[in-house]
């Protein structure tokens, strides 16, 4: 929501709620997603029942492999303290720091469709961007030796989100000079990234042997992990936070983020108020390409440390997805990235323990984001009244300018 | 109003948490319960392609219900969406203590590995591929590579392609009518091209003894390259260069390059122009609706690779290293010649039978 609609929404709704950005507001922006979550896990179990197997059993080994038992987690603490070692400790939190790691990108490239859809813009090139930004992270993080961490990462940091700017710059420019539309361009720069990171891993950047994949990033170049192996969890988690935070900051505390929202709820007005559209365009696309591109730089320097094919399972369509559940707010966007991550990270075990296929997890996704999109499904199951204030965000403009 | 129903979405939230919750420990005292019986356990992780590819994992797990239905181990499979589940899925089968985890591709060469370097009481063997893998992480050329004697409890699973392909090669070479054989691939790496080496192998093979000059078009062994189309997905690129190889004369064709390779026998259905020889799988069977120009399929047993790999975790007898598959083991073969003569039937078997014993040679 954007700050001009809550603050009305709080004013209107004074009486019921205290004022503020909480109250009222937050309990009606989380019903709907909360019960649209809700639903598609309950529509998942039947789809599971109706398939021959045990929702609960399968939703049981999903909250396992997704957070972790706690009675494991109580003694792995117990074993810790009473011995000092950490073995079972490690391996309880396993699942919880799991998740935490598949949910680093998902708040990456959210906040990169976030951002896009506060300006007006959809950005359905963020897989591309990703793409791009994950091969030059690893194209640094490798070519470059002997470097000191302190230089090495940030700048590989840096080259990842500089990649992707670039990659969402280009349909930005094109839209705000050209009037081409950005869902076009962006697609068309998607296939370019996929074919160009074919050609790359099989030419330029192939590591020594046959496989089409980029040699192996050096340490230097990693984000530091926090435990030892197998645990994976690592800085990139709390860069990612950092991000959502700075995405906040520029969308409602600066006058920049606020022209970005203007031209995003109405260009005409925002053009007549003196801003600049095309600055605009060009700026939020290459901040969109800059989040996606650091959710594949993420993904390389925190988990895998090296870049083959099939590299991204989506992110960059389920980045759409993810600013739809989140109503394009960093908070939103954090929280649906978390409910995504816990998910698909839970999945492993559900689809090993319970014998679930890993699809019904992009069936529940789906059921979720079907309802977040048409709310009224929800609000007619549950039978909730309808808010007064029109709640939905501005997503795009649709064509022309 | 509003309030009732928001308290009664809350109860079913709490509901909803408390199920979940309860469920887990069921969930994960279940196996616990099998244990006394000692049965062993099979874990294959696939890659990208999912279980139902019809191709590598869905052959590689015919190997693992093999095992089941024979062996009594209890077997499952784990999917691989993305790059990042290759460790966490293989992880998932150290922590449920899996005797024999099979790994299919080379894509998940690094991450096997390292899992086996840390869990050296487990077994694992690899579809496709075998180490010295100089890449993984702490992984030094030339020292450390993850050989045999470094990877003790790794058994990679290679194939000798090539004698199969050169099966097809002659069979190609007797059964065309324009006198020009062609074969392209996906890329340019030696899993591929051992097919198309032993082909043209093949082919020659056919030529010195009929006294014939069948061409082949798409690979040459001297230079090491041909066509390749640089992908293993598009179906449109496997038809267009299918369709220009049949322009150039070619009457079978051999695409090596996994599901594109369908866009050449869609090619080669409508315009009835040409035959087509499978990869990896029977394509009469795991693509049968051009099983009227499937001219015969180059077979990559991995089914025996894995189930010969589960029996010797059995048995006791696993041994890491390099399980080669050929013709002798059947861990290759060539699936029955559509239209063929009795005469080239006993020719195939001839030629076979020299390749086991190493009178003819399939690759330089």
Redesign the interface.
Known sequence: MSKTASSKETKEKKETAPTGIGGGSI?DAL?VP??AV?TG??IGGIVMLVSGSNP?????????GSFG?PSAILSGLQAYFATGDNTLLI?SI?PFT?SL??ATPYIFAGLAAAIGFRAGLFNIGAEGQFFIGALCSAFIGYSIKDLPMIIHLPLALLGGALGGAIWGMIPGYLKARFGAHEVVNTIMMNWIAFRLS??LL?GPMQ???????T??VFASAELPRFFE??L?FNLGFFLALLAAYLVYWFLFKTTLGFEVRSVGANPDAAKYAGMNIIKNFVLVMSLSGALAGLAGTA?VLG???????????GYGFDAIALALLGKSHPVGVVLSALLFGFLR?GA??M?????I??DIISIIQGLVIVFIAAPAIIRWF????SLKIDEQTVLTRGWGK | MKKLYFVSALLIIASMVLTACGGGTPATEAPVATEPAMVYKVGMVTDLGGIDDKSFNATAYAGVQQAIDELGVSGKYLESTQQSDYAKNIQQFVDEDTNLIVTVGFLLGVDTAVAAKANPETKFAIVDYSYPDCFGEGFVEGQTCGSASELPNVLGLTFDIDQAGFLAGYAAAASSKTGKVATWGGINIPPVTSFMVGFEYGVNYYNTQKGANVEVLGWDTAASDGSFIGNFESLDDGRSITESLVQEGADVVMPVAGPAGLGGAAYCKETASCWVVGVDTDWTVSASEYSDVVLTSVLKNMNVAVFETAKSIVDGTFAGGVYSGTLANNGVGLAPVAGASDELKAELETIKAGIIDGSIATNP
Do not use: C, M
Request: glycine share 6%; net charge positive.
């Open positions: 309990r019903l909360t019960l809700i896990l309950i609960i059993q399968a939703y049981g080994a999903l909250f396992a038992s391996k396993y799991e790691v598949t074919d050609w099989k590591a020594s042997n046959f496989r089409p994949v040699p192996n192996a197998p994976r993904q988990v895998d440390h090296w870049v083959g094919q099939g590299f991204s399972a990270s492993t075990n689809q090993s323990v319970a014998g296929p890993i549950y039978r909730i009244k």
